[in-house]
């Protein structure tokens, strides 16, 4: 199994451009989550997915867009890059949000500069 | 809404030594946390979760204790090692069914000396 993967590993974009993050996981896992990392902070939600057709917002959902058509995939798309959205963006996915045991896995992150 | 802290955002240990890394919650409410550790340039990495039923938890090497009364959870590792150098957070879930929301604290280094 390859886990969790994300792409590209990372990015510079220019004010006003949009992009789509890549997430793909072949573990079958219902539940995906996005999240952005900032420095000296903790990782912060952005959207989840529940399972396929099921998104939902987390913290801090403003600027960007998700869609889940299949389990596997999770994009995550932002709309109108801002230098605000600098930041490392991770992708997670478990089998269920909760429940001991139950791992979440978390892939290697997106480094995403907006100039 | 949560909000979750770690008490000290640095610790710095011998090897061999035992490690405590402590982590409050606000939201009473919160039924699971989970402890993650992230090493420089990865994504994190889960370590130990427990449930608001239980009290203590135990993997390899580390354990997790969980006191509701205060809303405090700490990780503890034994035997510390020069590879357990990384951030830890801590992340808790509010109960209540639906509620997905993952909130992570802001991390403590930890640093093993040689």
């Known amino acids: 199994n390859a886990g969790v993967t994300q792409t590209p590993k990372f990015q510079v974009l220019k004010t006003g451009q949009s992009m789509t993050l890549q997430c793909a996981q072949d573990?079958?896992?219902?539940?995906m989550s996005w999240y952005r990392q900032d420095p000296g902070m903790g990782l912060r939600l952005i959207h989840y997915?529940?399972?396929?057709?099921?998104?939902d917002q987390g913290e801090v959902p403003n600027g960007y867009n998700v869609s889940r058509s299949t389990t596997e995939d999770f994009p995550l798309r932002l709309l109108s890059a801002a230098p605000s959205q600098t930041s490392v963006y991770f992708c997670a996915s478990s089998y269920s949000p909760s429940g001991t045991g139950n791992e979440q896995f978390f892939g290697p992150g997106t480094r995403l500069t907006v100039l | 809404g949560e909000s979750v802290g770690l008490h000290l955002p640095t610790l710095s240990v011998q090897e061999g030594d035992n490690s405590i890394i402590n982590c409050a919650y606000s939201?009473?409410?919160?039924?699971?946390f989970i402890w993650y550790k992230q090493e420089s340039g990865k994504g994190p990495q889960f370590i130990i979760d427990i449930r608001s039923n239980m009290d203590k938890r135990q993997g390899q090497r580390v354990t997790v204790l969980l006191n509701k009364t205060v809303k405090h959870l700490s990780l503890q590792i034994a035997a510390t090692q020069p590879g357990d150098s990384a951030v830890y957070f801590c992340?808790?879930?509010?109960?209540?069914?639906?509620?997905?929301?993952?909130?992570f604290g802001k991390g403590t280094l930890l640093t093993v000396n040689p």
């Open positions: 573990m079958n896992h219902e539940y």
């Open positions: 992340a808790a879930l509010p109960g209540g069914g639906s509620n997905y929301k993952l909130t």
């Open positions: 939201n009473s409410a919160s039924d699971y």
């Open positions: 997915s529940v399972g396929a057709g099921i998104t």
